[in-house]
């Protein structure tokens, strides 16, 4: 897969146009491969870019990248992996690509869907990609306000949940029970069963006093979910909820929006404006902020394939064309670049 250049660029301005592109880069997708060895990161360009996590760790080819491809018309805004593919979404639509091929250069896409949009003018960005295992489907939703479900078998649509009044930023499930919870720009966290297809819970998180940040809006940016616990962040205060009693029982003291947040063993990871990975301690305590190299984090991912244990790193990006390596919670070791 060759980078792409467009024609109307003097091959003599190609150097300079690419300085460009790298300077003003957003990377706001990541996900690991099923064997953990390789990482794909997608852009503001619609660009996804393959590194080698082994190489980098081995031999620190930390300025270089195995290949990238032009895979979408506009941004990559996220991508999930499956135990033999890579999905990818944009505007509008998800792609699949075959891992073993994304690794070799002329990859072509293996097949694309578009949800069935409400008019065929509409063309919204998806946000937000989310695997079922238990039922070997993809919930994806976005700019529509909702959720679509799509069967990895048959690649057919076979539901749509409907109750957000915005765009949706934000998917998790919870993998005890057949639910999955979205966050948008509504301001809501709805909790949605997936065997009836309906909505079973509502957290108006901004309309919580000690959640409320009027100043930064209502908007949910990310969430993550461990059993009977959710995290949300965004507008309001990044807080852990019970969700049986839909109360908050921790807020965190941190004041820059967050746009990602990911539980991990027990503690909260949690990155958005600012270059740090910002480390919780479930009762509120700030255990530890770890500098990265981009001024703003949009998305961290953790490899915990048990296939390359050796691979076992957290990585982060955001406003820049690097993706920063955490070998261990301490400290970056180094960045991968596009």
């Known amino acids: 897969m060759e980078r792409a250049v467009p024609l109307a660029v003097p091959l003599g301005q190609t150097e300079v146009f690419q300085a460009l592109q790298r300077l003003h880069m957003t ?28 190489s ?25 992996s499956t135990d033999r593919h890579l999905l990818s979404a944009g505007d509008g639509e998800v792609k699949a690509w075959l891992w073993a091929e994304m690794l070799k ?25 989310l695997l079922v295992p238990k039922e070997n489907s993809l919930i994806l939703a976005g700019g529509d306000c909702q959720l679509h479900t799509m069967d990895l078998e048959t690649g057919t649509f076979t539901r749509v949940l409907r109750g957000h009044t915005d765009y949706i930023h934000c998917l998790a499930l919870r993998e005890r029970s057949p639910e999955v919870l979205s966050g948008g720009e509504d301001g809501a966290v709805r909790l949605w069963d997936l065997r009836t297809a309906k909505e079973v819970q509502t957290i108006e998180v901004y309309k919580h006093e000690e959640c409320s940040r009027p100043h930064n809006g209502r908007w949910i940016g ?9 995290v949300c962040g965004g507008g309001p205060a990044l807080t852990l ?24 063993q027990d503690l909260i990871l949690s990155a958005g404006q600012g270059r740090c990975v910002n480390q919780w301690q479930l009762s509120g305590e700030l255990k530890a902020q770890v500098p990265g190299s981009s001024p703003g984090l949009l998305s961290l991912s953790l490899n915990q394939q048990p296939a390359a244990p050796e691979c076992k790193v957290l990585t982060a990006a955001g406003n820049s064309c690097r993706v920063d390596v955490f070998t261990n919670l301490g400290y970056r070791a180094f960045s991968l670049s596009f």
């Open 241 to 264: 909820w019970h969700l049986r009693s839909s109360t908050p029982t921790t807020v965190f003291p941190i004041r820059a929006p967050q746009k990602h947040v990911t539980f991990y």
């Open 222 to 230: 990310c969430l993550a979910t461990d059993s009977d616990w959710m």
């Open 56 to 80: 980098g760790l081995w031999v620190e080819l930390v300025d270089s990248v195995l290949h990238f491809s032009l895979a979408h018309d506009g941004p990559v805004y996220s991508m999930v």
């Open 105 to 129: 250069k002329g990859c072509k896409e293996l097949w694309h869907r578009q949800p069935p949009y409400r008019t065929s003018l509409e063309v919204p960005e998806i946000n937000a990609l």
């Open 27 to 54: 990377i706001f997708s990541q996900s690991v491969s099923p064997c953990g060895k390789f990482l794909a990161a997608g852009n503001n360009y619609g660009q996804i870019a393959i590194f080698s996590l082994a």
